[in-house]
């Protein structure tokens, strides 16, 4: 299923999911659904045992008819990771460092902002004196039931879907950031960019590949955690230009194993949290240092797309 939060024809916030072109208002097929995806999350099971017990339900609108927003607006939390190591090994070159031996050993993470949420066709403001805007191209999965020291192999039972995130980025803003071992801040919180729908985990399934070594080539290191992944393409493009081709497969730290990292030590994973891929390989501009192109302007559209899922368009003013 492919839930999405939407303004309806009169400017209500109300929730659903597509069929095809067209929209199913969740209240509108039943007053007992909720009109917030937080909501819907928290006690999924139980609407879902709803939705499955009305049987076909004729849609209400067609898609262009309303606007669709992100479809989490109100994440309890974003977790962002760096999974993939072509990521790691091109943007540390840019920045003039190497990988540290740790990042092969963990997860690694950082609490990004979960108040500054966009959605699909949202414009996104270019940070005051920002003179190198980047686009980082992920996949995201949202968490559907509390939990704490999960094991990886547990990981699927909490999942309760995935979508397209577009980790913003001040480049020019971060590089300076970094110079202090803290992590990143302002080069980051300005905008976080979900959509266009939530894919819930069961459609996900079909994607889902065996380990292989295939999938890493050199410079790429063979991961020690041999976990399944998904065989998903993932493409960027800027003003109509395809500027990155990616595989989710050739992540080195899988959804389970990130999930694993985030609720050790006896911390709650929330539903309504987000934890974020990281950047596919080639999926940001840095890697490049902006040689494919030139900073983000005013004027620029981008769009994500992630096999399954859809589009994700944004553009800079």
């Known amino acids: 299923m492919k839930l999405i939060t939407f303004l309806n024809k ?9 069929q095809g072109e067209s929209v199913v208002d969740m209240r509108l097929a039943s007053e007992k659904l909720p009109t917030d995806m937080l909501t819907f999350i928290d006690n999924h099971e139980t609407y879902f045992q709803i939705i499955k017990s009305l049987g076909d339900v004729q849609s209400h609108y067609i898609l262009k008819e309303v606007k669709l927003l992100a479809p989490l607006p109100n994440p309890r939390s974003i977790r962002d990771y760096i999974g993939f190591e072509m990521h790691m090994l091109n943007a540390s070159r840019s920045f003039g460092h190497s990988v540290g031996e740790a990042w092969y050993e963990m997860p690694i993470f950082y609490f990004t902002n979960h108040h ?13 004196k920002e003179t190198k805007l980047d686009i980082e191209l992920e996949i995201a999965c949202i968490i559907g039931k509390k939990g704490s020291d999960i094991k990886k192999e547990e990981a699927k039972d909490f999942i309760f879907g995935y979508t397209i995130f577009n980790d913003w980025t001040a480049r020019a803003t971060q590089k300076v950031e970094m110079t202090i071992p803290l992590g990143p801040h302002k080069g980051k919180d300005f905008a976080n960019a979900f959509g266009p729908c939530i894919v819930t985990a069961d459609e996900f399934e079909q994607y889902e590949v065996p380990f292989s070594e ?7 290191k063979v991961p020690t955690e041999q976990d399944t992944r998904f065989d998903l393409k993932m493409t960027s493009r800027i003003n109509g230009v395809t500027i990155c081709e990616g595989n989710y497969k050739t992540v080195h730290h899988t959804f389970g194993q990130m999930l694993e990292r985030a609720s050790e030590n006896g911390v709650n994973i929330m539903p309504g949290d987000i934890l974020g891929s990281g950047t596919v390989g080639w999926g940001s501009l840095i890697e490049n240092n902006f040689s494919v192109h030139r900073p983000l302007e005013p004027g620029d559209v981008v769009e994500l797309e992630i096999e399954g899922i859809g589009i994700l368009m944004n553009k800079v003013v």
């Open 10 to 18: 009169d400017q209500e916030s109300r929730i659903g999911w597509l």
């Open 116 to 128: 500054n949420v966009f959605g699909p066709n949202d414009e996104i403001k270019r940070p005051a």
């Open 214 to 220: 295939s999938y890493f080539e050199a410079p790429l």
